[in-house]
Structures are given as structure tokens and as C-alpha cells.
């Protein structure tokens, strides 16, 4: 989020800032440990995506390499699950575990989970909002329109409400990414904790970009009430 001027309020967001660095740091540490570990199964992250998406009847999604570290996602446009090169090669218990939750997008899409249909109905305007709000607010707090500031808030409000609905979807998908891994027999009982680990560290970024959101929201509520 920008900070676009510098006032008392901006303490607010200590903590998310801390909060959002120590996610971040807890994801890669997990991600890199337990992409050290190889599965006892010894299957690679792109043939347990191909696998788990042909027994859930999905047939018209691909799964493709994508360069990056962390940049593995579903594309519900192109109805692509696309894996780094490591979890689309490797596999490690990381390299599973992220492949089943990207999966996990595949399979809410099919049967039309609706945050997730919320999310992908919203994002359009959350795009614009995203861009729009911080300078509308600034504009309006500098002519001293309550009106361009309402608006500017408003906006953002809809960037908030994108980070409130993904969070129920990223948990879902980690957690039919985990009974998958269990139930059809992926990973051995012993692995499955060092999975967990990779999701639950994982799912604390999205946690802390929520956090983010909403205390700068908190932050236009409180400089738009002193005008």
C-alpha cells in the first residue's frame, strides 16, 4: 500500500508491516526447508497436479512451468495451473504440497465455490479501485473535498473486501490440497506435517496483506473524520 504522506496515523501500521515481513520471511524459511525433503512416493509436482485433476473428472485444465521462485497459481482464465520449476520438476514435500493447492483452485473453480466466484467477479473493479483510491483520497484531502475523499475510501474499501473473500478461498484450497495429499495416498503420514507447514506459511501472507488492508483503511476513516 502507498504511503502517501507521512501523519500520526501511519503507526497504525506498524504492526502489519511487521506482521507482513515475518510472513514472508516464515514461507520462504518453510518453503526452502521442505523442498530439501523429497517424498517417500517420489512422484514430482506436475504429475501429482495432472493426477489429482483426472480423478476429480477436471480435463480441460492444463498444468505448465512458470519461471520464479513462489509464482506457482491457477489461472482460472486460461484454465492453467502453472508451477515454478522447482514444484513443477521437484518432489519435494514443498513441491506437493503447493501443486495440490493450486490444484485446489482448479477443483473450487469446477464446482463453482462461490468465494472464489466472488473473487474473480470483484477483482475487475479492485484493479481500478487499487489504482484509484490513495490518489483520490490525496486530492480530496488536499482541496479539501469530502466528497473525492468519500470516494477515494469507497474505492478502497472494494480493495479490502478482494483481501477479505480471498482468505476463505486460500484456506479451502489448503485444505483439499491436504486431504488429497492424505486420502489418495501422496505423501506418507510422516509427511504430511512438513505439507501442513508449507500451506499454514503460506496462508499467513494473505492473512497479513488483510491486515494491511484494513488498517489503511483505518488510516483514510480516521484522516477523513479530522477534515
Known sequence: MPFFLYDPT?????PAVLFALWAQMKVKSAYRKYTQIRSAQGFSGAKVAESILRQNGIYDVKVEAVNGELS??????T?????????????????????AHEVGHAIQDKEAYAMLRLRHSILPVTNIASFAAFPLFLIGLFMSSPMLMDLGIFFFGAVVLFHLVTLPVEFNASSRAMAILKNNGYLVTQELDGAKKVLNAAA?????AASMALLNLVRLLILRGEE
Open 10 to 14: 501511519m503507526v497504525l501500521l506498524i
Open 204 to 208: 499467513l501472507t494473505y492473512v497479513a
Open 72 to 77: 506457482d497459481h491457477y489461472d482460472p482464465r
Open 79 to 99: 484454465k492453467t495451473v502453472r508451477l515454478s520449476e522447482h514444484n513443477f520438476q521437484g518432489n519435494s514435500l514443498s513441491a506437493l504440497a503447493i501443486a
